[in-house]
């Protein structure tokens, strides 16, 4: 399973959201399962990934939180939750994406 967190320059969600990111793994029993955080600094960039705010969890390569709606470009990005706006995604669908991933794996 590939992970890369997005981030634009000094998000003020990085850390969050990276903790959130390391806790879920851990709480599905993938403590071995890292994830790198790749800084986009410029609008190529962003064009190039489909980048939809910051932050954003790719899951092997996949947005699993992507909407029609959602433009790309450098921004902070706002996730629908069961509480409303948040500047990270939902605890509960980060989950689900993540253990979706795992039994998709070969070999699983």
Partial sequence: M???LLVVPDCPHEKPAA???RRTLDELGLRGVGFATRVISDQGQAEEVGFAGSPTV???GRDPFAES???VGLSCRMYRTVKGLSGL???GRLRQALAAA???RPGR
Avoid: A, G, V
Wanted: proline share 11%; net charge negative.
């Fill in 2 to 4: 590939n992970i890369e």
């Fill in 19 to 21: 903790e959130q990111l």
């Fill in 58 to 60: 790719l899951i092997d």
């Fill in 69 to 71: 709606s959602n433009s």
């Fill in 89 to 91: 995604p939902d605890p």
């Fill in 102 to 104: 795992r039994t998709d």
